[in-house]
C-alpha cells in the first residue's frame, strides 16, 4: 500500500468518528495493547516508530486532558464566588 492509500483509510476512519466523542483515550490503550503484543514481532525500527506516535498522542491527549481540567477549575472558582456576592 502507499502511503496516500493509507491516509485515505485515516480519513475514512476519522469520517466515523462521531464529533461529541474524544476518542484519544481509547487509540492511546489501543496502541499500547498493540505494541505490548507485537513486541518481539516488530523490528526495532518500526517499534520506535509507533512508541513516538503513541508519545505523541499520549502528549495530546495530556494537553486535552489539562485543558478540561483548567476549565472545570474555573467554572468551580466562578460559581464560588457568584454564591459569595
Do not use: W
Not at 21 to 40: C, E, F, K, M, Y
Not at 54 to 80: R, W
Request: net charge negative; no cysteine.
Amino acid at each position: 500500500m502507499t502511503q496516500d492509500e493509507i491516509l485515505d483509510i485515516f480519513r475514512q476512519e476519522a469520517d466515523k468518528i462521531p464529533s461529541e466523542t474524544a476518542p484519544l483515550n481509547d487509540v492511546i490503550l489501543a496502541l499500547a495493547q498493540l505494541l505490548a503484543d507485537s513486541r518481539g514481532k516488530l523490528s526495532k525500527e518500526n517499534f520506535e516508530v509507533l512508541s513516538k506516535i503513541g508519545g505523541v498522542l499520549y502528549k495530546e491527549g495530556k494537553i486535552q486532558f489539562n485543558a478540561k481540567s483548567d476549565v472545570d477549575t474555573i467554572m468551580k472558582l466562578s460559581s464560588d464566588q457568584h454564591r459569595a456576592e
